[in-house]
T-cell receptor, first 110, second 117 residues
Framework: SQQGEEDPQALSIQEGENATMNCSYK?????LQWYRQNSGRGLVHLILIRSNEREKHSGRLRVTLDTSKKSSSLLITASRAADTASYFC??????????FGTGTRLQVTL | GAVVSQHPSWVICKSGTSVKIECRSL??????MFWYRQFPKQSLMLMAT?????????EQGVEKDKFLINHASLTLSTLTVTSAHPEDSSFYICSTDAAGRNYNEQFFGPGTRLTVL
């Protein structure tokens, strides 16, 4: 399978803390994307980082990419209860289709 | 971002019946749509890529005669699960990459939960 691996599978933190999720993949990529999924819903695109980029920020989100290690991380700072969701990384090669990671279930408690 | 809708949002059917799921792009022309299947607490698995006006491209292990895809217009793609069985129960999600906008970013529909009794 070409599917990427994410860790941790589940993460529980308190509001205000930072949450870090990691993603590893197997093949060369054009870009890597992070998506969020609330329970029973579709996915929402969070951020895209290209293969020639090493770090990217968007609001409280920070994404890093290490193509030599075939890995990426997503950091959510100052987490809120509303950040509770599943987070997936997805890699894109030269074709338009995406390959999703196994996901991290984040629980943010008050 | 682009808006994608799916209908129905959930469906329960008897084993052996066929179920059609619609995926619509509401504010742009979608030449390519993707169909995924997601089992509980698992990731999305791409089933097929749907191209407007041509045959869909199925991923390895996905039966094209069981999962019929039609993409007859730039705003509508349909997935028909034929002769559904309980093992087909899953969450089906469509998406499009809204080609010409943000490269490779995909916009997802809200999903359809299929339960086969």
């Amino acid at each position: 399978s070409q599917q990427g691996e994410e860790d941790p599978q589940a993460l529980s933190i308190q509001e205000g803390e930072n949450a870090t999720m990691n993603c590893s993949y197997k093949t060369s990529i054009n870009n890597l994307q992070w998506y969020r999924q609330n329970s029973g819903r579709g996915l929402v695109h969070l951020i895209l980082i290209r293969s020639n980029e090493r770090e990217k920020h968007s609001g409280r989100l920070r994404v890093t990419l290490d193509t030599s290690k075939k890995s990426s991380s997503l950091l959510i700072t100052a987490s809120r209860a509303a950040d509770t969701a599943s987070y997936f990384c997805a890699t894109a090669g030269t074709a338009s289709k995406l390959t999703f990671g196994t996901g991290t279930r984040l629980q943010v408690t008050l | 971002g682009a808006v994608v809708s799916q209908h129905p949002s959930w469906v329960i059917c008897k084993s052996g019946t066929s179920v059609k799921i619609e995926c619509r792009s509401l504010d742009f022309q979608a030449t390519t749509m993707f169909w995924y299947r997601q089992f509980p607490k698992q990731s999305l698995m791409l089933m097929a890529t749907s191209n407007e006006g041509s045959k869909a491209t199925y991923e390895q292990g996905v039966e094209k005669d069981k999962f019929l895809i039609n993409h007859a217009s730039l705003t509508l793609s349909t997935l028909t699960v034929t002769s559904a069985h309980p093992e087909d129960s899953s969450f089906y999600i469509c998406s499009t990459d809204a080609a010409g906008r943000n490269y490779n970013e995909q916009f997802f529909g809200p999903g359809t939960r299929l339960t086969v009794l």
